[in-house]
């Protein structure tokens, strides 16, 4: 296995701070205990549509990895990569029930959520109908996506969201909780598990460590 300072040479993370999507990889890359270089690519200011960046991901989303001359985007192809590759620390438990319902948790995040409040949604929302409405809008869709986790994982959680383990369900929950709580100011009172799920999180170094408040990128 390669030493920390080999991995640091040659994992790159291109990230914002803000992005729940890159929140994910970080939170993974700290779990397994992988040292990486963060590239910043601020959003805001378009930096994700230079051509120095399409190159690396012509659909221009964070997080893109790249690990020595490989180059790997999507959150979720990333944190696949990683679980192949750097076994340490395992993101799938091996009960292939559990594995599945991992697997779905995640699937809702990233397919079901994040797409419906992201930048580019809440931007169009906010010029085509009037700027209160987009986050109506994110608070609404984001309730819908806890309401079916909340479900799903009522027979599962433990301590996590899987049981007592951090898992592959776990790394896409805890931004997206995030998210819900501090950027749209969702109430999180009909999500009594999720709520318990965001107060383990806030207890583990890997997740306090990837937060958005502590990245290089942050604001001042």
Known sequence: MASSGEQQ???KLYSYFRSSCSHRVRIALK?????????????????????EF???NPIGYVPVLVDEDFVVSDSFAILLYLEEKYPQHPLLPRDLQRRAIN?????IVSSSIQPLQNLFVL?????????????VWARNHIGKGLEALEKLLHDYAGKYATGDEVYLADCFIAPQLYGAI???RLDMTPYPLLSKLNEAYNQL???VDSAPENQPDTPV
Not at 34 to 43: I, M, P, R
Not at 103 to 107: F, K, L, R, T
């Open 54 to 56: 399409t190159k690396l």
């Open 123 to 135: 931007k169009y929302i906010a010029e085509k109908v009037n700027p209160d409405e987009s986050h």
């Open 31 to 51: 779990l397994k205990g992988l040292e990486y270089e963060y590239k910043a690519v601020n959003l805001l200011k378009g930096e994700h549509f230079s051509p």
């Open 205 to 207: 170094p890997a997740f």
């Open 9 to 11: 040479k040659k994992l």
């Open 182 to 184: 501090k950027r749209f």
């Open 103 to 107: 697997y779905q948790a995640a699937s």
